[in-house]
Every structure is written in C-alpha cells, then in structure tokens.
C-alpha cells in the first residue's frame, strides 16, 4: 500500500460511473480494457482465465461472474474516471441499486446478438428510478450474428428511449475492424495487436450510408434538442460542435441515448467509449445538488469542498485490512483524523485512514473532497446506507432501496463447537449485504437465511465457509404448521385425581369443544350454582390454552377452536387452583383426539408480474404448487396474477418464475393465515 499525494483534479474533470448489463454482456471485459488502455494495468485481464482485476473474489473467477460491485480508478485524457463495475445477475441487483444511488453516470453494456435481455432491462429500470444518465455500448460485434441495428431496434421497443447512434460498423461479424465516428466523419480501424486506432478517411464504400446515417442523427438531435433544431432550420445541417453539445444535453436530461459499438475482447471501440464518457456524461458539478432532510427540514448540499461535509455510506466489506466503508462524498471535505457525526447511529466516528480504492489494491489518500469515491477505515457503525456529516451541519440523505428477501433457507453449524462462530459470520454478512437478513425462527427454533435468490444464498453460505472454515449444513425451514378441529365434540368429562399422601389433588372437569369460526380461541364457561369457584374457572382455561401447545396430527399449535366448561365438581379438602389447571390440560388434550383435527398450513398471497407471453406457463405452474388464482390484470405488454400459495411450495420459486419468463418475471408474497394441508403434504 502506498500513500498518494492530494487530487487536485478540478470537480469539471470527475466521472463517476458504473457499467450495468446482463450477466455474460461484456461489463468485466468493458472495465479491464478501460483499466488497460488508460494505464492503469500493464496487460489484458480476460473473465475466462480468472485474470480481471474487478472479479478479484475467489468465487467470482470460479464462478466466472461478477457478484460484488468493484470500484477502481483510472485516467482519460485529464478526466479522472471512477467507476464501479457491477454484477450482472439477478440475484445480485442489490449491488447494482447501492451502486446506482451513489453514481452521476452510467455505461449500458448491451450483446449485439442478444439485444436487449432479461437482466440488461431491469438494471435499466433501476437506473430510472435515480435518474442517472446512461450512454449505451452495443459489445460483441465480431460474434456471428451481431448487427447494430438490430440490437438498437430492441434498445427502442424494450426500454423506450431515444436511441442516438453516433457510429457506423466497419466489417461484420468476424470481419468487424472498426467503426465511422458520424460526428467527425472518420473512419477509426484496428489491426490485431495494436492497441491503439488508426484514423483514417471513410472509405469510399461506406461514404453514402455514412452520409445517411449522419443525417438521421441530425434529425434525431434536432427532434429533441431546441438549440440543434434553431440550427437545424437555419443550414438544414449540424456543426459537430452542436451535435456534440446537444448529445450531452439530451444524456443528462435522460431524453436521449448516445449509442457506440465494438468489440471489447478484441479491443475494438474502447478509446472512443472513452472520450464519450468523458464527453456525454456529468461530472459532480453538473448534477443537481444532492438533497436530504434534517429534524424535518429539507437540506441541500452542492458538490462544492468548501461547504460543510456530506457522504453517504454505500457498501462495507470486511478485509485483511481492517472493516472498509465506501463512502460517496457529495459535499466539503475530509481527512484523516477527523472526527464526523452518524445521525442514524447517532454517535461521532473518527476516520482512520482514507483509501482510494483499486478493487482489492488501496492507495492511501491525505484527503477526500465533493465529487470523491473512496473506503474509509476506523468508521463502527456505519452501514450500507448511512449519512454521515459533520457534526456541526447535521443532514440524512436518502439511502438506497433494499429489496425485500424471496427465499430462505435453513443454516446451522455441522460442528456444535462451530455455533458461535457461525452466529458472528452471519451478523458480519448481513451487514456487509443488506438484501441478505437472518432471523431465527420462534417456532421451530432455526436459523433461517433470506436473500434474493439461490444463488446469492449459495455465495453467502460459501463465503462463510472459505472465510471461517465453519461447515455449514443447509436445509429448507421447516413451514409452521398448525393444527384445528373440524367436528367437535360435547360433554367430555375428565377428573384428575391424585393421592400420594399428606394433601391430594381433585378436579372434575366436563368440557365442550367445537369449531371456531377463524383462528384463535375463546374460553367460556357455563357452570350454574358455583359448582366450579370462579378462581378454579381461571385455572381451567390457563390448563386449557396449555393444552394448545401440542395438537393430536403432529405435535403443533392448535387454533380456531371454543371451548366451553359445562360442569364440574370439586372437593372440600383436595381441590385446589393447580388440580384444575392441570384438569384443563389433561381434559382437553383427551377432548381433542376424540375430535376431528385437520392440519392446517401457512399460505401466502403472491402477486407475480410478466409479459404476456410467459402468462400461460406461470399460472400452470402455479397450479402445480397447489395455487389458487384469485385475480389476474392486464396491462400493456404485461399481466399481473393474483393467487393464493402453500408457502411450503414457494421454496425455488424464485428460480423458476425467472426462468420461465426469460428473468422478466417479478413476483411479491404476503402471509394470509393458514389453509387446510391435503393428505398428501408430509409433514417433517
């Protein structure tokens, strides 16, 4: 680890970006090649040889995926570039959103075969909802099949901006070589083992479709950018000083998309990638001015040094190095040493040493200022989503959204000895990951895992592994069942009588049970003529709701039933409070084997959202799990059905609605009690 001297890279010349796709689309390659050709690294990373930079996690590069965002740093002609490298796969997009709410730009990463797919459209969407600017990079152009406008047709119809294409193909599939820039009306071409482009004239057979398509962009630019089209009708053309200027308008507006293409593994498109990052996309003083709330007030901070210090927390990870906290510095500045306030935690934290950050390398920094992306050391409390300010100009930012968990699973320790330590591996992963929660259950005493899907459960239970040694035995919870009673039965009577010298015990106790009408239990008594004392009546529902603890099928609770004391008799010497509670739980745990029991099980109502085509496979196999289908909407493009399910059967269902529906399949669940199980559902 070395020290690094203070930035003084103006706020101007900061890009702090992320590169979104669906998983396999290019965004690891995107990212080496960024690292490479700026210098920061002195050779090619590649994904399949377990060699990039960002997927440094031992699991990623067995895995051959990117599951935890990677931050790094690197320089392009005077612009220093931030940027986080985040995973592609559904079950990780709670990485994607903690990323997403700290970033002022983005690089979509789109397969030119594919098109737009499952995952690529989801990460678009949360992009939306932070309002981050994106420019799109159409990757694999030298694969068979590739074709630009097709994957810029899919770009349109599935995610509906205004895509604006600034750049022509040289070569198709594996004959690609290069790409027309429209806006300088130059030719870039690359030759296997350069690294660099050559700039050449348009050759002479794509001069009329490169004049074209530089029409349809002027068009485009001028539909949307009021400015362009003053010019536009002025010379019926654009300077492309204009289009320039317009394109970096309509990206931070949202209202239109600079699209480019090339070849990542090849190496091909990757510096004009480059200059239209640094082009097209903001710096942190181009975005609005972070806003946040304090004792109900609404704050603003600019992205200025000079005011007082704001950043919010967005991911902390324990290292070899100590407990990191990345931080988002939207306002002031900090060093080491200073002292800032947690208004969540409400408690002051020193920091310790600031890093800049190089995925798993750290160069430790003097100083942070507005517009910085760096890990802290020496903060305790902070989490994944706090505030933290200085104490003298308090503020509480909004934290990312933390989407709820949708499968469990069971964990326990293999080794009794290994309990402990599994207990504090989980604790320290549910803070590392917010999307992953642990609980124990109050019934059947497990402790269950949530998360986003298997997989992301999966990679949780290998990290404790590899990081604890801790074997770790996993299994589906165990549904709390229930048990009730369907026919009741009327004057059960029951006496507890015991003798075993000195003072006995008597209670006689007849009891009538009968169904209720919904969960719960109702005790109450009939007993005429102080037969039963009233203190003794008290005693016998205590015995009775005892009694409820353990049904006659399985051994669970019982409920939705009444139960009546309709007589009973005592004795003047031996009846006491204890023999009459103890009669309640004997008499009514005889009562109900004499009853009829059904065994009930708990059921959710799931709202699952697809596209209309994948309708027809979800509710069949929603019938399969023993669903019943309650609703259903339309809307334009999709349908969202309503359906009520055994919860026993939702376990995988995560995995299986996604692939159904191509990854494009939502669905939420809420408990709605309990439903009587059928014969066939065993019970463990």
């Known amino acids: 680890m070395r020290t690094e001297r203070p930035l003084t890279t103006p706020l101007s010349a900061v890009r702090n970006l992320g590169i979104l796709a669906h998983v396999d689309a290019g965004k690891t390659t995107v990212t080496e090649r960024f690292l490479y050709l700026t210098g920061t690294t002195h050779r090619r990373g590649e994904v399949h040889d377990g060699t990039t930079v960002t997927d440094f996690d031992p699991q990623e590069r067995d895995r051959g995926i990117t599951i935890f965002a990677a931050a790094v740093t690197c320089a392009w002609d005077g612009h220093r570039i931030n940027l986080i490298d985040t995973p592609g796969h559904v079950d990780f997009a709670d990485e994607v959103e903690r990323s997403l709410r700290v970033l002022d730009g983005a690089v979509a990463v789109f397969d030119a075969v594919a098109g737009v797919e499952p995952q690529s459209e989801s990460v678009w969407r949360q992009a939306d909802r932070y309002g981050v600017p994106r420019i799109a990079f159409v990757n694999k152009l030298d694969r068979t099949g590739a074709d630009l406008d097709t994957a810029v047709a899919s770009l349109r119809e599935r995610l509906h901006p205004a895509p604006l294409v600034v750049q022509l193909p040289i070569g198709t599939e594996a004959g690609f070589t290069g790409v027309v820039d429209l806006l ?108 946040g709330t304090y004792d109900g007030g609404a704050q603003e901070r600019a992205a200025d040094p000079q005011l007082p210090f ?47 950050v190089q995925a798993d390398r750290h160069e430790r920094l003097d100083r942070a200022v507005a517009g910085d992306i760096v890990a802290v050391i020496g903060l305790r409390s902070a989490r994944a989503g706090s505030t933290l300010c200085a104490p003298d100009a308090p503020i509480v930012l909004e934290p990312p959204a933390v989407a709820d968990p949708v499968v469990s699973v069971a964990v326990e320790a293999r080794r009794s000895t290994d309990t402990d330590r599994l207990t504090s591996a989980l604790a320290r992963l549910a803070e590392e990951d917010p999307s992953l929660t642990v609980r124990t259950d109050g019934e059947t005493g497990q402790t269950v895992l949530s998360g986003m899907g298997e997989l992301h459960l999966e990679v949780a239970v290998e990290k404790i592994r590899r990081a604890t040694g801790v074997e770790v035995a996993v299994g589906r919870p165990r549904v709390a069942h229930r048990e009730t009673v369907v026919r009741g039965v009327s004057g059960h009577v029951f006496r507890h009588v015991k003798q075993d010298g000195g003072a006995g015990q008597f209670a006689h106790v007849v009891l009538d049970v009968e169904p209720l009408d919904g969960p719960g239990f109702e005790f109450r008594s009939a007993v005429v003529g102080g037969r039963v004392p009233q203190e003794y009546v008290r005693s016998v529902e205590a015995g009775c709701r005892d009694a409820l603890t353990e049904g006659p099928i399985g051994g669970f609770p019982v409920t939705g039933l009444r139960v009546t004391l309709a007589d009973g008799a005592t004795h003047v010497k031996d009846s006491s409070e204890q023999a009459f509670r103890t009669a309640g739980r004997l008499g009514l745990r005889e009562a109900l084997r004499a009853c009829t029991t059904v065994l009930l099980e708990p059921v959710v109502e799931v709202t699952v959202t697809v596209p209309e085509d994948a309708v027809g496979g979800v509710l069949g196999d929603l019938a399969a799990r023993r669903g019943r289908v309650t609703g259903s909407t339309a809307r334009t493009g999709s349908a969202t059905v309503t359906a009520t399910v055994p919860l026993a059967e939702l376990f995988g269902y995560a995995t299986r609605l996604r692939s159904r529906t191509q990854g494009r399949g939502t669905f939420t669940a809420r408990p709605t009690g309990y439903a009587p199980a059928p014969a066939a559902v065993t019970v463990r």
């Open 184 to 291: 300088r009306m130059r030719a870039l071409v690359w030759t296997d083992g350069d690294d660099t482009a050559q700039e050449l004239p348009v050759p002479d057979d794509l001069l009329e479709e490169a004049g074209r398509r530089r029409r349809l962009l002027e068009e485009a630019v001028a539909e949307l950018h009021p400015g362009a089209l003053e010019e536009f009708y002025d010379g019926s053309a654009l300077s492309a000083e204009t289009l320039r200027a317009a394109l970096r308008d309509l990206t931070s507006s949202g209202e239109g998309v600079v699209v480019l293409c090339g070849s990542a593994y090849r190496n091909r498109g990757i510096e004009p990638l480059l200059d239209a990052v640094v082009a097209y996309l903001p710096s942190p003083s181009d975005v609005p001015a972070v806003r």
């Open 310 to 356: 704001s950043a919010l927390a967005f991911k902390v990870s324990a290292t070899a190095t100590g407990r990191l906290t990345y931080l988002r510095v939207y306002s002031g500045t900090i060093e080491k040493g200073d002292t800032v306030w947690d208004p969540g935690a409400r408690r002051t934290e020193r920091i310790g040493r600031i890093l800049r």
